[in-house]
């Protein structure tokens, strides 16, 4: 089996009209639309709206589709229980991973995957994943849950539950756009996870949930904790070569750096650089400047690998400038991702077979089982 093989790479697997990766060039596209154009000219709202229903809305589609959101921003209170129970004992990916799950328990489409059915659960996973995520930190930390407000769009009122301050208009700007580019991309992992099991025709949720699993692991959404926790252990601008390759040397991975499909830098860690550029710019009591520290790790690995950096590299310092602790960054990650789960799962229901590769057997050949004497 070759290495390529290996990782599935170059496999189609399904056909999907959502996003596609030109990765020699570094180009990401949502519905044909350069991502660089969206995160210029568009809210997270209207790039759901897009990643859900092909096109970006006219401003009436745009009101109403915000209103569903608005209007989807309230969980159970069987949901708040366990988001209470997971403050005291989980981490935060684990409690994501089972309020995902918690959060089918008395949605009224459970049992539909009509896609009338999953667009009106996509829209209430899109509102109460930021809700049970920021009750869940809130509690962590023995403070009363704020409630969302409807007067804010999505990125404002994620910032205001979670910090408890309203945010200024740039930080939910920056939000909105770290969100946009979170939003989807391709077979990644994960997707591929939200596939895989809603091709065996159960429901949405129960898709979301491997999903979130999937985006967990260190080698994907989890670069972005690891990333910032390896800035916070470096912790100085000066120590940032010595510890590059210190790691490098001992033939650990960096976190950040290196994708299975981009050939050049993720276009996406084109933006997040120079929004990162500019907050930093804008702020010079962050001590120590983690944006500094960013380039010049990035410059480092390419000096000794010739590495690029992936989206996760410069998301990092940009979240925890906005008041992400380290450990919800993954976490935060998801929440904005299940826009582009949910769009993935819909389109899997209306063109469905269920996924099944196959494999290479390495194991014993044929043999005959001994007789029981034979074993004894
Ligand atoms: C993203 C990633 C999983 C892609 O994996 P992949 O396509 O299987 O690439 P490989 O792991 O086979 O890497 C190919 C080579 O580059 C090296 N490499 C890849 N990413 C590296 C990294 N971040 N740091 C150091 N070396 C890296 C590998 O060690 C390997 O070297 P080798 O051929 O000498 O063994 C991988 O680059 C990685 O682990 N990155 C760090 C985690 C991360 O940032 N994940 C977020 C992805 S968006």
């Given at each position: 089996?070759?290495q390529n093989?290996k990782?599935?790479?170059g496999?189609v ?7 596609s990766?030109d ?10 639309y350069n991502v660089a154009?969206?995160v210029?000219h ?5 790039v ?6 092909g096109?970006l809305p006219?401003?009436?589609q ?5 209103e569903g959101?608005?209007a989807?921003r309230t ?5 708040e ?5 997971s403050?005291?004992y989980a ?7 089972s309020m995902g799950?918690a959060?089918?328990?008395?949605d009224?489409d459970k049992?539909?995957n ?5 667009q ?5 996973l899109?509102?109460q994943?930021?809700?049970v995520?920021a009750r869940y ?6 403070l009363?849950p704020?409630g969302?407000?409807?007067?804010l ?5 994620f910032?205001?539950m ?6 200024s ?5 920056v939000?909105?756009?770290v969100?946009i ?14 596939r895989v099991?809603?091709?065996t025709?159960t ?6 949930v491997g999903a979130i ?6 080698l994907h959404g989890?670069?972005?904790e ?7 252990r470096?912790g100085?601008e000066?120590k940032v070569?010595a510890?590059?390759?210190e ?6 991975k960096?976190?950040?750096f290196?994708?299975a499909?981009y ?6 860690a084109?933006i997040?650089?120079?929004i990162?550029?500019k ?12 944006f500094?520290?960013?380039e010049r ?6 000096e000794?690998?010739?590495?690029v950096?992936n989206?996760d590299?410069?998301?990092a310092?940009?979240?925890?400038y906005?008041?992400f602790?380290v450990?919800?960054l993954?976490?935060?990650?998801a929440a904005?991702r299940?826009a582009?789960w949910a769009?993935h799962?819909i389109e899997?229901h209306?063109?469905n077979r269920?996924?099944r590769?196959?494999?290479n057997?390495?194991g014993?050949?044929?043999r005959?089982l001994?007789v029981?004497?034979e074993?004894?």
């Amino acid at each position: 089996m070759s290495q390529n093989e290996k990782g599935l790479r170059g496999v189609v697997a399904v056909e999907s009209g959502i996003t596609s990766i030109d990765g020699e060039r570094g180009i990401l596209r949502y519905r044909g639309y350069n991502v660089a154009d969206l995160v210029e000219h568009c809210t997270f709202e209207e790039v759901c709206h897009l990643l859900l229903h092909g096109e970006l809305p006219d401003a009436d589609q745009l009101a109403s589709f915000e209103e569903g959101l608005r209007a989807a921003r309230t969980i159970p209170t069987e949901v708040e229980a366990v988001v209470d129970d997971s403050a005291r004992y989980a981490r935060p990916m684990e409690a994501m991973r089972s309020m995902g799950s918690a959060l089918s328990f008395s949605d009224p489409d459970k049992a539909s995957n009509d896609p009338e059915a999953n667009q009106r659960k996509a829209v209430r996973l899109i509102s109460q994943l930021p809700i049970v995520m920021a009750r869940y930190r809130r509690r962590y930390y023995g403070l009363e849950p704020e409630g969302p407000d409807p007067e804010l769009d999505y990125a404002a009122n994620f910032l205001w539950m979670l910090r408890g301050e309203l945010p200024s208009e740039e930080d939910a700007r920056v939000f909105d756009i770290v969100s946009i580019l979170h939003a989807d991309h391709e077979m990644n992992a994960s997707t591929f996870a939200a596939r895989v099991i809603a091709a065996t025709c159960t429901d949405m949720h129960s898709a979301i949930v491997g999903a979130i699993a999937a985006l967990k692991g260190p080698l994907h959404g989890g670069a972005n904790e690891w990333v910032m926790a390896t800035l916070k252990r470096i912790g100085s601008e000066d120590k940032v070569e010595a510890a590059v390759d210190e790691m490098l040397d001992q033939g650990k991975k960096i976190p950040g750096f290196g994708h299975a499909i981009y050939k050049v830098t993720d276009p996406r860690a084109i933006i997040l650089k120079e929004i990162g550029r500019k907050v930093f710019d804008r702020v010079d009591s962050i001590e120590p400047n983690w944006f500094a520290m960013t380039e010049r790790m990035e410059r480092r690995v390419f000096e000794r690998k010739g590495l690029v950096p992936n989206v996760d590299l410069y998301s990092a310092s940009v979240l925890y400038y906005l008041g992400f602790p380290v450990d919800l960054l993954t976490a935060l990650f998801a929440a904005n991702r299940v826009a582009g789960w949910a769009a993935h799962v819909i389109e899997q229901h209306l063109d469905n077979r269920i996924i099944r590769p196959t494999i290479n057997y390495t194991g014993p050949p044929a043999r005959e089982l001994p007789v029981s004497q034979e074993r004894a």
